[in-house]
């Protein structure tokens, strides 16, 4: 589909979710500067448009892979904030009873397939749910998300050949935003489109700016359709940016100032904002609603996560096994 | 004598091979210069040494193995850094098929002097991915070494020894130890594998402990000293070869053993160490050996839970009571 036939409603509910990633990434970003978020954290801010760009071509029944960096996943999948941010800090009423935290959540009821830390480990994951997806003889597709550093797992070309010599329904998502911690690409690839790797593997494979939503949704939506009609699956990659540090300690000072200043410039919320008031799609007032809306509930998020117990201890024990 | 903190003291036993040695080369993930490893015991090598020989490599911890067997067969000696001890699961192929075996198997002619440098342990909320102690594992591979260092003097003598060794190492870090601080002298040395300290001396009770445990357990002898007894602590300081001698001459005088260690207990570090003393010293032993340990499940995120699993002061004291 060209999004320029997109409805009017799809385009809002597009900017309504990647600005409820971006501020729910900076409650999260502020709760952690206050102490209240245990471990880690590796948010999502400036990759939004990936995200919400390919879960808006999926069905509730398609299922997602995600990685360290997978809040804005898991709210582009359509999960439930107050768990999430639950989760996030460690309560008993997160998605994962406090067990897993920001690196892992899951949520399977809506085939979000989970959030792995080890860096690369949910490719062949993706791959295993598009087999199960053959067998079972549905028409669901898997979209599969990862990083540039993970294109350079063994994992990452083991499952693109294996999905693309048994012609499975995933969409291999790489979000390319340059950096692998402070590794930028140039120093682990002799490569500047990871797209180019498809070819190895017999599958199509486009590079899409991934600042802009409509780009990564065209893309998605072609791949997607390949995919359920039993076309085998597709490379894309996101060409993208994260505006803060790998990690909560990290300044991030290897990314030149430029180079940071430049892609600020390309922020995809504001890209799609400013699509929307200049095509007359909608009028300023009612993005306002919208921001406004979405803030309420990221507060009632926060304020269901905040009232929430911790677990029992003891019940670090139980989930072991079934 | 000066003190500097456990990071410090790997970096210098880093900074000295290098020196010493041209052989010498480090590889891993965010080691150099943009990051200087993730816990920073890398930091301002590679502006020493250059990107050569402090380099960067892509997320491919098996390739990473790999390559350092390959350059060690031929030649050189790497140490190579896992980012986090789980992720040495991702590389085991290259530790436990190729560089444990590739002396054995090929009849003795080759030789693989690499170090495989990895922190673990949990205490920092991250949970199941990046918060095990799985020394355990490496213990089991015939072909490797294993070493455990507890203080920064341990961690420098244990470093240059296994860099200067001609066999595979995994050389076990622990994450909270990077900031703690401990004498080192500035002058050179290095401390074989295989030989146990006694952390602490004692007549009553003797505990084994590794890594952060150690410190733990030295917490735990401080208080049952309060209360008259007293704990002999010993640090066995590499994992394999293991120093039975001593662990057992420990045994022998106190008749009373608990082994701590923050892996899970089955089939773990404690294990080991518990069947040794059962087969070597049973009729010394005075009582029931006590394991302290993980109990078998996963590292979970939150506080609470976290803590639960992670084997305490607390915990040892109890089974220091439990053997009296
Ligand atoms: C297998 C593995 N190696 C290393 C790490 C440590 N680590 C966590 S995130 C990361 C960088 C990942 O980069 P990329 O895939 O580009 O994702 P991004 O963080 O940029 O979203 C690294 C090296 C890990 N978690 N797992
Ligand atoms: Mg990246």
């Not at chain 1, 809002?12 to 600005?19: D, H, I, Q």
């Not at chain 2, 455990?148 to 244990?158: E, Q």
């Not at chain 2, 074989?192 to 003797?206: N, S």
Request: glycine letters at 8%.
């Amino acid at each position: 589909m060209h999004t320029a036939d997109l409805p009017k409603e799809k385009l809002v509910e597009m900017y309504r979710l990647m600005l409820k990633i971006r501020l729910f990434e900076e409650k999260v970003f502020e709760l952690y500067a206050q102490n209240l978020v245990p471990g880690t954290i590796h948010l999502y801010t400036g990759q939004e448009a990936v995200a919400v760009g390919v879960c808006s071509t999926l069905r509730k029944d398609d299922y997602i892979t995600s990685t360290h960096r997978g809040h804005g996943h898991c709210i582009a999948k359509g999960a439930d904030i107050k768990r999430v941010m639950a989760e996030i800090l460690g309560k008993k009423t997160g998605y994962c009873k406090g067990k897993g935290g920001s690196m892992h959540i899951a949520d399977f009821s809506i085939g979000m397939l989970g959030a792995t830390a080890v860096v690369g480990a949910g490719i062949p994951i993706a791959v295993g749910a598009g087999l199960s997806v053959r067998l079972r003889k549905t028409d669901q597709v898997v979209a599969c998300f990862f990083g540039d550093g993970a294109s350079n797992q063994g994992t990452f070309h083991e499952s693109i050949n294996m999905a693309a010599v048994w012609r499975l329904p995933v969409i291999f998502v790489c979000e390319n935003n340059l950096y692998a911690m402070g590794t930028r690409q140039s120093v682990v690839m002799a490569i500047e489109n990871i797209s180019d790797r498809a070819a190895a593997y017999g599958i199509p494979g486009v590079t899409v700016d991934g600042n802009d939503v409509l780009a990564v949704y065209e893309a998605t939506f072609a791949a997607v359709e390949r995919a359920r009609k039993g076309g085998g699956p597709t490379l894309i990659e996101c060409k993208t940016y994260r505006h803060r540090g790998h990690s909560r300690v990290d300044p991030a000072k290897y990314r030149p100032k430029e180079e940071v200043a430049a892609w600020l410039a390309r922020d995809p919320v504001k890209r799609l904002k400013e699509k929307l008031l200049q095509s007359n799609v909608v009028a300023e007032n009612m993005l306002e609603q919208i921001e406004k809306m979405v803030s309420a509930e990221i507060e009632e998020a926060l304020k269901y996560a905040l009232e929430s117990p911790y677990p029992a201890p003891e019940e670090a024990l139980e989930d072991v096994y079934v | 004598m000066r003190k500097i903190t456990y990071r410090e003291a790997l970096r210098e036993a880093l900074r000295e091979e290098m020196r010493r040695d041209p052989s010498v080369f480090l590889l891993g993930e965010d080691i150099g210069r943009y990051w200087g490893g993730a816990f920073k015991v890398t930091d301002g090598l590679a502006e020493e040494f250059g990107d050569e020989r402090v380099r960067d490599t892509p997320i491919s911890e098996n390739a990473i193995i790999g390559v350092a067997v390959g350059a060690a067969i031929t030649g050189m000696r790497p140490v190579a850094e896992i980012m986090f001890g789980d992720l040495a699961a991702l590389a085991m192929d290259q530790i436990a098929n190729q560089a444990a075996k590739i002396r054995y198997m090929f009849g003795g002619q080759a030789k693989a002097p690499l170090v495989v440098r990895t922190p673990f342990g949990a205490g920092v909320n991250i949970a199941s991915h990046h918060s095990q102690s799985l020394e355990a594992w490496f213990m089991h591979v015939p072909g490797l070494h294993v070493a455990v260092p507890s203080t920064p003097y341990d961690a420098k003598g244990l470093l240059k020894a296994a860099i200067r060794g001609n066999n595979p190492v995994v050389f076990c870090e622990h994450k909270l130890l990077y900031p703690v601080e401990g004498e080192v002298p500035e002058g050179e040395y290095t401390i074989p594998f295989g030989v146990a300290d006694v952390k602490r001396e004692g007549e009553d009770v003797t505990v084994v402990a590794t890594l952060y445990m150690v410190h733990k357990a030295l917490k735990a002898a401080e208080k049952m000293a309060d209360e008259g007894i007293s704990v002999e602590v010993v640090d066995p300081r590499t994992l394999a070869p293991l120093d039975k001698k001593t662990i057992i001459g420990s045994v022998k005088k106190t008749g009373r053993l608990v082994v701590v260690s923050e892996d899970c207990k089955t089939a773990g570090v404690t294990a080991e160490i518990a069947a040794i003393a059962a087969e070597e010293a049973i009729d010394y032993l005075d009582a029931p050996i006590k394991r302290v340990a993980e109990p078998d499940t996963p590292i979970p995120f939150s506080p609470p839970l976290e803590q639960y699993v992670i084997p305490d002061e607390k915990a040892i004291i109890k089974a220091i009571k439990e053997v009296l």
